[in-house]
């Protein structure tokens, strides 16, 4: 399909195991963007790509999580050393170049991780 | 104050009924604004876009208020299929395109 694609669709870990989430945005799409979204709550910004850069990733909540994003396409999220509050389904979404009313974000289906 | 704040409901409307929310932001700056609808266990999608003028689209009506930094969603002749929660989105260009979404609202349709 033309959408984002995320996988996997679900992740259990054991805390402290390492986990690697990726995404792939639709082609041609410029932004790309990580939230975390627990339950019963709105998506929270992690961070951000424009192409291979990472423009702002001040969204990541510790040194534990890591996002890249090599050659400006594919993405991927990893947490290191996973704990139990690290929980909660990741959107991955991605946007046409250029700002405002043209840029509405398209999101993947989420990965739902849950560390036991 | 949080960046993007909504009401988190739940709104329980009766099927027919006109219902409507706020969604305040805190950076007078910020330039994009929409509305996104999340079903239980779904990914977010556009709803629609908020322009400065206010706009439509059949039931549904955004409008804009910068003075006051707030954005509103009017749904007219709900339908139970419009039960969802409702998240406010805010680009906040000066930052590099960061985009900030609310907690959303949970909107129950009854019938």
């Known amino acids: 399909g033309a959408g984002v694609s995320q996988s996997p669709r679900y992740k259990v870990a054991k805390r402290g195991q390492d986990v690697a989430l990726r995404c792939d945005p639709i082609s041609g799409h410029v932004s790309l963007f990580w939230y975390q979204q627990a339950l019963g709550q709105g998506p929270e910004f992690l961070t951000y790509?424009?192409?291979?850069?990472?423009?702002?990733k001040s969204g990541l909540p510790s040194d534990r999580f890591f996002a890249e994003r090599p050659e400006g396409s594919v993405s991927t999220l990893k947490i290191q050393r996973t704990q139990q509050e690290d929980s909660a389904v990741y959107l991955c979404?991605?946007?046409?170049?250029?700002?405002?009313?043209?840029?509405?974000?398209?999101f993947g289906n989420g990965t739902r991780l849950t560390v036991t | 104050r949080k960046e993007v704040e909504q009401d988190p409901g739940p709104f329980n409307v009766p099927e027919g009924a006109t219902v409507a929310f706020n969604c305040t932001y805190s950076?007078?700056?910020?330039?994009?604004f929409f509305w996104y609808r999340q079903d239980c266990r779904k990914e977010p999608k556009l709803l629609m876009s908020v322009y400065s003028s206010g706009n439509e689209d059949g039931r549904f009506t955004a409008q804009l208020n910068r003075a006051s930094q707030y954005i509103s969603l009017l749904i007219r002749d709900s339908k139970l299929s419009d039960s969802a929660t409702y998240l406010c989105v805010v680009n906040d260009e000066g930052r590099d395109d960061k985009i900030i979404f609310g907690k959303g609202t949970r909107l129950h349709i009854l019938p």
């Open positions: 790509f424009q192409n291979e850069a990472q423009l702002d």
């Open positions: 950076n007078s700056a910020s330039q994009s």
């Open positions: 979404a991605s946007s046409l170049p250029g700002r405002g009313q043209n840029s509405p974000l398209h």
